[in-house]
């Protein structure tokens, strides 16, 4: 029999609707039950497409002796994080009180009835696993605190109200610091204490791409000609398209490798890391002209098209499991693989097995992932890459989460628009996916965050949201010069200002949960340095210096932790730097500037605006003057360099 999870949208709460635990969606229903009825609450924090999630729900929420617990002592929640992001962040900070240090996903937390969190975790396996309380297994757990709760245990009441009070208190930073480029120098230094020399990248596994470090390391060659943070930068988009993380048969990447190699993933594809990987990739290949970087970016861009996308709607990710277990619909055994080469009269089997790093033991549970053995592909792997996609044809197809969310839509929706200037054919993707995302989320003048494909949104939009979707539009302006998309790029900052910002604080939600703008990149780029590039964007292209006002003020709040480590907030660090520089304008006629598309994507500066004007020549300007007029491109960078 279905929980009253069956009337929701959420894949995720979908996901979760025939499990014999009693549960309620998140709303006033539950907690008035928990209050009226003196219940502890347990609230379960996930995604779709979350491999720990799903084991959870195999290990205690399917477990009956766990389920009984929970509907005699509990009031039960589930929360899709993905839809519910304020929520989500609200509790990932509890977390981090509690435990002292970043939780994860699936997320575990207990409340008083009066909903005050006490108890904090992730995955809790149904058996103890040691003597302490955070060893203790989901049944002697939730034995323990439904049996405190009745009897009105003081200590619990006693630590959930001091719990709130260092919730509620907000810390302001000590002191401004002057901006400077020599945060450059610490921002270096802390990049190469964390850069990994054998395969790249900036932690061991679990290893992320970190795309917000890597795109700043770009503007750091950009602007200083750093051979350090190229070679930093090179060696890590080399190691990771070798394979593993990497889908080389399908395309796209997983969301972070298990090893420090790149070669086993966590399965799941998320739609914002393939966003900003097709974006740094496709960057990566303007500056460098490595066509490998190219077929990267466009592999993603045509995965995204081709298996996660409906009506110009992007989804939202792709679970890691199918048939049941993880990875299985991803990885080959020795022998089918050589059996399809030999069907096929392939020579030298074993040689192409072995570039492919397909061997009799494997390298993942006896089966084997693809990666390339050497940096670059195998001759023949075009052609065998279909053969491979064939062998996948007869499996489970992961499960999608057909969720279409603002913020992560805009992301790949800029990453077209960066493609877009090196082949047309992306430019007219963005603004098919640009136009079906705005009839979709922006309903009589309100912005929502989130819905189910095909199913009218509900949950109003984030700062996140509108940050992310003003970037896009302004791309998508500087890539068409249509108006309408600036217009539409200024309306939704301005209603971003109106909402989320006082006094160069942003926050990223307000009403029910109130819930102040991280500033670091951690998942994906930080949404309050997204509106800063957006400020800075439109007080350029507006010339209207209200805007970057905001900017300024947003990164002097935020100067005393930027300068001390900015590694931990890249972007915040590339927008600092466009601030003290200043952005190009690059002003001619349309045509010039749509035929020029390439050569000016080519720019080494990287700072760079476009606007038409009824100039036949181009002309390069600053934010209110403008410099030189030339008839040729290849003047532009000298021009530009002269100019400061």
């Known amino acids: 029999m279905s929980n009253r999870l069956e009337k929701e949208d959420s894949p995720y709460l979908q996901q979760h609707k025939e499990n014999p635990v009693d549960w309620y969606p998140w709303g006033d229903e539950a907690f008035l039950k928990a209050k009226a009825e003196n219940k502890a609450i347990f609230i379960s924090i996930g995604y779709s497409s979350c491999h720990w999630c799903h084991v959870m729900e195999e290990t205690v929420f399917e477990n009956q002796i766990c389920a009984d617990i929970l509907n005699e002592h509990f009031v039960s929640i589930k929360v899709d994080r993905e839809e519910r992001p304020d929520i989500d962040k609200h509790y990932q900070e509890v977390h981090m009180l509690l435990n002292r240090r970043a939780g994860g996903w699936p997320t575990s937390i207990f409340c008083t009835p009066q909903n005050k969190p006490f108890f904090a975790g992730t995955y809790i396996p149904p058996e103890s696993q040691g003597g302490s309380i955070q060893g203790m297994g989901f049944i002697e757990l939730t034995k323990l605190i439904g049996e405190k709760i009745a009897q009105n245990d003081e200590q619990i009441y006693k630590n959930a109200d001091e719990i709130e009070g260092f919730l509620n208190h907000i810390e302001h930073p000590k002191e401004a610091t002057l901006l400077k480029e020599d945060f450059v120098k610490n921002f270096m230094l802390q990049v190469k204490n964390n850069y990994q020399t054998k395969d790249g990248g900036f932690s061991v596994a679990p290893k992320f791409p970190h795309v917000s470090t890597l795109g700043t390391l770009l503007t750091i060659d950009k602007l200083y000609g750093d051979k350090e943070a190229s070679s930093m930068l090179l060696h890590t988009l080399n190691s990771m398209k070798k394979g593993g993380m990497y889908d080389l048969v399908d395309g796209g990447f997983c969301r972070y490798s298990v090893d420090n190699e790149w070669v ?253 703008a991280d500033i670091a990149d951690n998942t994906y780029t930080s949404s309050v340095s997204i509106m800063v590039d957006v400020l800075i964007s439109l007080g350029t292209l507006l010339e209207d210096d209200k805007y970057a006002h905001f900017a300024f003020k947003t990164i002097e709040y935020n100067s005393y932790e930027l300068g001390r480590r900015p590694v931990v907030y890249p972007y915040m660090l590339r927008q600092m730097l466009r601030h003290l520089k200043g952005d190009r304008v690059i002003k001619s006629n349309i045509k010039n500037l749509q035929n020029s598309a390439l050569q000016l994507s080519l720019i080494t500066y990287p700072f760079i605006q476009r606007k038409a004007t009824d100039d036949k020549d181009f002309m390069v300007c600053g934010a209110k003057s403008c410099f030189a007029n030339t008839d040729n491109l290849n003047n532009i960078n000298d021009i530009i360099a002269k100019s400061f």
């Not at 086993?264 to 900003?276: G, R």
């Not at 077209?416 to 603004?431: E, P, S, T």
Request: net charge negative.
């Open 264 to 516: 086993v993933p966590h399965f799941e594809k998320m739609l914002y890391d393939n966003a900003l990987l097709c974006e740094v990739y496709a960057n990566a290949y303007l500056a460098y002209k490595d066509e490998s970087f190219l077929h990267v970016a466009k592999e993603i861009a045509d995965f995204w098209q081709n298996f996660m996308s409906e009506d110009n709607l992007f989804y939202s990710a792709s679970d890691a499991d199918s048939d049941g277990e993880e990875g299985t619909y991803f990885i080959y055994t020795y022998e089918e693989v050589y059996n399809i080469l030999q069907v096929n009269n392939y020579e030298n089997i074993e040689d192409i097995l072995q570039s492919l790093s397909i061997t009799k033991s494997g390298n993942f549970e006896g089966k084997n992932i693809i990666r390339f053995k050497d940096a670059e592909a195998p001759k023949e792997f075009e052609t065998i890459k279909i053969l491979l996609g064939d062998l996948r044809a007869s499996r489970e197809y992961p499960f999608c989460d057909k969720k279409i969310q603002t913020s992560w839509s805009s992301m790949m929706i800029k990453s077209l628009f960066v493609l877009g200037n090196i082949d047309a054919k992306y430019k007219q993707r963005g603004k098919k996916s640009l136009d079906a995302l705005l009839k979709t989320m922006f309903i009589e003048g309100k912005l929502y965050h989130t819905t189910l494909i095909h199913k009218k949104p509900k949950v109003e939009a984030f700062l996140e949201d509108y940050a992310y979707l003003a970037q896009a539009l302004i791309l998508a302006f500087n890539s068409t010069q249509d108006e309408v998309y600036l217009v539409k790029a200024h309306h939704f900052t301005n209603m971003a200002l109106e909402e989320f910002y006082k006094n160069g604080v942003w926050k990223f939600s307000t009403g029910e949960f109130e819930t102040k």
